[in-house]
């Protein structure tokens, strides 16, 4: 089974992905997360990519198609995979288009002010990449990961202001790929609203078990 997750930041993706993942035995794939490996070994490109996250901006596609590229090509993605983050772009789905034939397209609604409660609420391990909410998902002691004891951080790219931002890039160009996949019948539409269990078990619905 071949997904693409699509949906505005806050949607809940990573999670419902993280679910699907071990439903379906297909790898989660995030460039999130690929990104962040990247952060934190301190290469050119997590250099680069840590900037440009932090104003709230896109990576750009020659960067973000040749990662995923070479991450499709592992032996684990051969028979599946969930695409959480990419493509992006219509210029990222055309270069997907020509590697990989996709089953469907899941597309999580979710309103503008229930973003902004999210993401600006979210807190991060900058060690494991464990993410925490204030409020819907607390550590157990106030601002240290449950694991390894460290500092949570708030991304830069969580922060109000950046939030707006990645809202407004989102709509302009990453809005027009639901349509894009709809032209083609790949698209079907998720509310994000309710509980991740919630949001799941509609996803298994929409892909018939």
Not at 61 to 83: H, K, N, P
Not at 93 to 98: G, I, T, Y
Not at 151 to 161: A, K
């Amino acid at each position: 089974m071949k997904l693409v997750f699509l949906g505005p930041p806050g949607a809940g993706k990573g999670t419902i992905a993280a679910l699907a993942r071990e439903h379906y035995r297909i790898p989660h794939i995030s460039t999130g997360e690929l990104f962040r490996a990247h952060i934190k070994g301190h290469t050119p490109l997590g250099l680069e990519v840590e900037a440009i996250l932090g104003r709230g901006d896109l990576v750009p596609d020659d960067i973000t198609v040749e990662m995923v590229r070479t991450r499709l090509c592992e032996a684990d993605a051969r028979s599946g995979f969930i695409l959480d983050g990419f493509p992006r772009t219509i210029a990222q789905a055309d270069a997907l288009d020509q590697m990989v034939r996709l089953d469907k397209v899941v597309n999580f609604v979710l309103d503008e002010e229930v973003i902004i409660a999210r993401l600006s609420g979210r807190r991060v391990c900058p060690v494991t990449g464990k993410i925490y909410h204030l409020t819907n998902n607390p550590p157990k002691i106030d601002g240290v990961d449950d694991e390894t004891g460290e500092p949570l951080i708030q991304r830069d790219d969580d922060r109000p202001e950046a939030i707006h931002n990645r809202l407004e890039v989102y709509q302009r160009q990453t809005f027009p790929l639901i349509e894009y996949y709809r032209t083609r019948s790949l698209v079907v539409d998720i509310d994000a609203s309710p509980t991740p269990p919630e949001v799941f078990a509609s996803l298994e619905v929409v892909l018939g078990r």
